[in-house]
């Protein structure tokens, strides 16, 4: 059975950091393009990062490039989003992801997802 476990949300003021992980069992996340989206009240769940399973290639969203990083721990089968710099408007839901193939933003391609950890960015 695939789990995806988040942790490491909470509050922080505007400019602080936060280290989100995603614990996975039930699947290798070296053979998996991993992604984090985040949703925020009324708006739909929207593509934050990935990282492909091949070589470790990176991809952002626009409003996060330059603030988060996504990594994984194959020996801990984890992943990571380290976010710096945070403004308010970064306050969602955070939810990892496994995608069937593809290395997308595409959120129907992944078909498996956590439960979510709550980040709050306050002013």
């Known amino acids: 059975q695939v789990q995806l476990v988040e942790s490491g949300g909470g509050l922080v003021q505007a400019g602080g950091s936060l280290r989100l992980a995603c614990a996975a069992s039930?699947?290798?996340?070296?053979?998996?393009?991993m992604g984090w989206f985040r949703q925020s009240p009324g708006k739909e769940r929207e593509f934050v990062a990935a990282i492909r399973w091949s070589d470790d290639n990176t991809d952002y969203a626009d409003p996060v490039k330059g603030r988060f990083t996504m990594s994984r721990d194959n020996a801990k089968n984890t992943v990571y989003l380290q976010m710096n710099s945070l403004k308010p408007e970064d306050t969602a839901v955070y939810y990892c992801?496994?995608?069937?193939?593809?290395?997308?933003?595409?959120?129907?391609?992944?078909?498996?997802w956590g439960q979510g950890t709550q980040v709050t960015v306050s002013s």
């Open positions: 039930g699947l290798t996340i070296s053979t998996y393009t």
């Open positions: 992801a496994r995608s069937r193939s593809l290395f997308t933003r595409t959120l129907s391609t992944y078909n498996y």
